[in-house]
């Protein structure tokens, strides 16, 4: 008898295969269930390998040049990096003491009502419904391309000093702990001593203390467990070999998924296809920047203008030019329309386009949900600014907010796409 769909030898292979992959799930579900009762843990051998770990803060793009200095530090030093997950959303600045630790731990420590929250039916009510202000997802969800690079990582969700002692399975005699005295407590500067900028004194200089590489190679725990390392110059790049390797580092932080780069490519095929539209971005949520908004605003309107100039067309349809490049404005204002900081630009050029406008293709971002803690009903608010970056950085040119990081990376996207990213429509 053959084995067609309605035989009840299909039924059995159904269940049976229904059988299997539900007890896999389990499994899955299970073994990452946290459990208050620790079991005895067999120490783990690392035969060798050496680890180091840091505790994230602040903004999104913060975050990055945080994971940026850790990739190359931990290059430099042949360590393994323990990588936590990328926060979306509101994410605390620096602090010392142990307050980023516990915060870190409150962010991801799993709760198992998380678990429950994957049901549908349980999804519809009690702490699954909450409103979160952060999502955490991991960075290689983001930056698919670190993956390529020759730097060992360990990405892990639940992120905590503790957590990850015991996820290393180390006792505290394999952990080098340095604890911030500011900020900016320390630097890493990668020459021979005798080269290295001198009088660190605590006075006249960013960061309280200078570090060599091979100071930092000398430590021989398993764990160098440091807190905050941020800063655009923490960790010195000099020669060449540490310049490309920088450089390898920050071309595969570009945003890269197949997910985040189909309902890009969705919107950039409304604006007209790659390198077919303009870009500005104009940052203003946060008081450093609005003072300034006005001055800044009227630069990207010189610049779209030029640029339009340079194409010979004018904003709207001309004989010389009837398909002119249509505008994108990536921004954090609440309700761009509406903003009396942005009416200069919507007179001048009314149909400049926003993400609100593709509210329809961006359904698919929910899927993140996914991969993302802790659950949440809907996630779209938290990729929003991430496709208000990746949007722009398909554009023909590209004007940001002078002195945004948010603005410089998507400068650095813009080049980054440039060779590989989706054919022009023509
Ligand atoms: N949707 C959206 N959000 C934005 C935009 N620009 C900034 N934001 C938000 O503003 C906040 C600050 O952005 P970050 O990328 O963390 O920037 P930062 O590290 O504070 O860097 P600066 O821009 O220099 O302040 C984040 O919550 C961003 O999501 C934008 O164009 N669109
Ligand atoms: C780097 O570390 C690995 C162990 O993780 C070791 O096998 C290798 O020899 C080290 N390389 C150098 C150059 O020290
Ligand atoms: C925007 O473009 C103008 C030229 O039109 C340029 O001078 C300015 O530096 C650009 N601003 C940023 C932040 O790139
Ligand atoms: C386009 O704009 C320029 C000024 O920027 C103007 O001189 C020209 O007449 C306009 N062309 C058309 C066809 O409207
Ligand atoms: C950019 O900002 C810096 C200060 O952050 C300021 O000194 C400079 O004049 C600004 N440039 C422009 C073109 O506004």
Same mark, same amino acid.
């Given at each position: ?61 913060? %975050? =990055? ?45 799993? %709760? ?17 419904? !909450? ?15 670190? $993956? &390529? ?84 110059? =923490? ?9 490309? @390797? ?62 339009? !100039? ?61 991969? !993302? ?20 950085? &398909? $554009?023909? !040119? ?16 813009? @080049? ?7 054919? $022009?429509?023509?």
């Amino acid at each position: 008898m053959a084995t067609t769909l309605g035989s009840p030898r299909f039924a059995l292979l159904l269940a049976i295969i229904g059988f299997i992959s539900f007890s896999l799930v389990s499994y899955i579900y299970i073994s990452t269930i946290p459990t208050d009762a620790s079991p005895v843990v067999k120490k783990y051998d690392h035969h060798g390998e050496k680890f180091l770990a840091y505790l994230p803060h602040s903004g999104l793009s913060n %975050q =990055r040049t945080e994971l940026e200095n850790a990739l190359l530090l931990a290059s430099y030093l042949n360590r393994t990096l323990v990588v936590p997950p990328a926060f979306l959303g509101k994410m605390q600045g620096w602090h010392n003491g142990d307050s980023m630790n516990q915060n870190l731990n409150d962010k991801t420590e799993p %709760q198992p009502w998380w678990y429950q929250c994957h049901d549908k039916k349980a999804s519809s009510h009690g702490p699954c419904n !909450a409103r979160s202000n952060y999502l955490s997802v991991p960075w290689d969800f983001l930056h698919e391309s670190m $993956a &390529n690079l020759d730097i060992p990582m360990r990405h892990i969700q639940h992120f905590s000093m503790e957590n990850v002692q015991k996820w290393l399975t180390l006792d505290d005699d394999e952990i080098y702990n340095y604890q911030d005295t500011s900020v900016y407590s320390w630097k890493v500067c990668d020459r021979p001593k005798s080269k290295c900028p001198k009088g660190y004194d605590g006075k006249g200089h960013q960061y309280d203390t200078q570090w060599t590489v091979g100071d930092l190679r000398k430590i021989p725990h398993t764990l160098i467990q440091v807190q905050g390392i941020f800063g655009a110059n =923490r960790i010195g790049v000099t020669g060449r070999e540490h310049v490309i @390797k920088r450089s390898t580092i920050r071309t595969a932080l570009a945003y890269r998924n197949p997910l985040l780069d189909a309902v890009t490519e969705n919107i950039v095929n409304e604006l007209g296809g790659k390198h077919n539209f303009l870009a500005i971005h104009v940052r203003m949520g946060d008081w450093q920047f609005l003072g300034a908004v006005r001055k800044n605003l009227a630069i990207n309107i010189k610049f779209l203008e030029n640029e339009l !100039a340079k194409m010979g067309c004018n904003e709207t349809s001309t004989p010389q030019c009837p398909n002119p490049p249509k505008i994108y404005l990536a921004t954090d204002a609440k309700n761009p329309r509406k903003n009396e900081n942005l009416a200069p630009l919507f007179e001048r050029f009314p149909n400049t386009a926003i993400i609100n406008d593709f509210q329809h293709l961006l359904v698919p971002l929910e899927k993140t949900k996914e991969i !993302a803690q802790p659950p949440q009903k809907s996630v779209l608010r938290f990729m929003f600014p991430i496709i208000d970056s990746m949007v722009p950085a &398909n $554009a023909k !040119a590209f004007n940001g907010t002078n002195g945004s990081t948010y603005s410089k990376y998507i400068e650095r996207l813009h @080049k980054v796409y440039k060779p590989t990213k989706y054919v $022009a429509a023509s």
